[in-house]
């Protein structure tokens, strides 16, 4: 059919396997650090956060890793996710690019998510573990592992950064309704969080806090594990499905992307669906047509164009392995933009060695610009975007404006990663011309920069 929308996969053909960059990659990744020896990690470094299965996927060079069956059958309440041609935005926009969009707010928790934090509660739940600690910015990863840790039993303890816990309050409802606990951080229950509070008692929290708080309670009970919902490598990796069925949808339709564009904010759902088209162009062969992967990070956060690459840590109490990544300093707190899920310090290795070695792209972009996008797209196409993914929107449509002023017809390919049906106050703050761009601070910049840990290279 000339005119379809819709490319929809089967059940039966949603892939078996995730697909792991580390098998393709030319120059290997760097390994992350222990922060004490600077020696690299060996897996029972991990052991205190991880389960083992976790932590063997962490490692992995293996080219694809097998989706247990139990943990594909929870996938398929929402997987494979619909990808759409986005035909009315195209005529809005005059433009003779074909666009298309993998559409991840299906899930349970309205986002992509839920795609990793599934497969880390049951791989915890099969080792014995009882309870699971994690962060969250605007309460996306925070919900889909409450979600997730329900299904296995799991008792979840989520540490909501404290400017997303107040501007999303439905995020902790939801996070409550299935059966987790949300603080907003930093808070008194940590020992960190006290540290932070004493200094600043009003502090608006960081991922980089909360985080922190997260590992520093997992790393004190025996039956607790910690998970994180972006930036490592068995995160990215959990969230390839999306790039996996991607493929196979574009066959479908006939066509194959020119440029592939997504957000990024720890990097996973830009993994997800870029590293598999990635991997087709590494490996060589009829489907490795030359590809541009295209990062959209907020200009309040620019981590991979702004920042630097080098070792650091994953959280502000320096808790974390080191690891080598674009960074704008384990110290830094980002403005409090509403792409809460956008506000991280760093960067995933794996992305960021992806840019070193000039696989991919990135372009910031301002939040009032990406809201005008927001609008225009939930206009065209009826989705109200999460505000994250008004960033890969915006990045899309610039694409789309370029192919028109050159009178080319590429096809540009992004991952609309989530809903934003509870993002609703920052849509009513942008239209009521209320929503500001914010700039983050140069010399808090450069001064959490100049604090970077000193590791040979
Ligand atoms: C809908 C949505 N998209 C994107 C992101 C950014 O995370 P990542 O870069 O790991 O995909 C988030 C994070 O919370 C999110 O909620």
């Known amino acids: 059919m000339s005119d379809q929308i819709k490319y929809l996969l089967d059940e039966s053909r949603m892939p078996k396997a ?74 809005l926009l005059g433009t003779p690019a074909k666009i298309y969009y993998k559409y991840e707010g299906v899930s349970p928790a309205g986002s992509h998510k839920p795609n990793s934090a599934v497969p880390q509660a049951w791989y915890n739940a099969q080792e014995g573990v009882k309870r699971l600690t994690t962060e969250t910015g605007a309460g996306q990863w925070g919900s889909s592992l409450a979600y997730a840790g329900g299904l296995y039993g799991l008792d979840v303890t989520v540490f909501q950064v404290r400017v997303s816990y107040d501007q999303k309050p439905y995020r902790r409802a939801l996070m409550e309704t299935w059966g987790a606990r949300c603080i907003p951080s930093p808070s008194p229950e940590t020992e960190y969080g006290r540290a932070v509070l004493a200094k600043y008692p009003d502090h608006i929290g960081s991922l980089g806090i909360a985080i922190s708080e997260a590992v520093e309670v997992a790393a004190q009970q025996d039956d607790t594990k910690y998970a994180l919902g972006s930036v490592l490598n068995h995160v990215l990796l959990h969230q390839t499905i999306i790039g996996e069925e991607a493929i196979l949808q574009m066959e479908m339709a006939g066509d194959d992307p020119d440029v592939v564009i997504s957000c990024v904010g720890g990097g996973s759902n830009f993994a997800g669906i870029a590293f598999p088209f990635i991997g087709l162009g590494l490996r060589g062969g009829p489907n490795a047509k030359k590809r541009r992967i295209l990062a959209i990070e907020p200009s309040a956060c620019p981590s991979l164009s702004r920042g630097k690459y080098a070792y650091d840590f994953g959280d502000t109490a320096h808790l974390t392995p080191l690891v080598k990544m674009h960074t704008l300093g384990s110290d830094f707190t980002p403005p409090g933009l509403h792409a809460g899920g956008l506000r991280y310090h760093g960067m995933a290795p794996l992305v960021s060695h992806a840019k070193e070695l000039g696989l991919i792209e990135a372009r910031s972009v301002h939040q009032t610009d990406c809201f005008a996008a927001g609008v225009m797209f939930a206009r065209a196409e009826g989705i109200v975007a999460a505000p994250e993914c008004t960033h890969a929107i915006r990045g899309a449509i610039d694409e789309a404006l370029r192919c028109k002023a050159e009178g080319k017809s590429e096809t540009i390919l992004f991952c609309l990663s989530g809903h934003g049906h509870f993002d609703m106050a920052s849509y009513t703050n942008y239209m009521s011309g209320k929503l500001v761009d914010q700039e983050y601070d140069e010399k808090e910049l450069a001064m959490a920069l100049s604090m970077l840990p000193k590791v040979e290279a």
């Open 18 to 91: 995730w697909y792991n960059i580390a098998a393709d990659l030319p120059v290997p990744l760097p390994p992350p650090l222990h922060p004490g020896t600077l020696q690299p990690l060996g897996p029972s470094d991990l052991a205190p956060l991880f389960p083992n299965a976790i932590i063997a996927q962490e490692m992995s060079t293996e080219r694809y890793i097998d989706i247990p069956e139990p943990v594909r059958e929870v996938l398929c309440q929402w997987r494979p996710s619909p990808l759409f041609r986005a035909r009315r935005l195209e005529k």
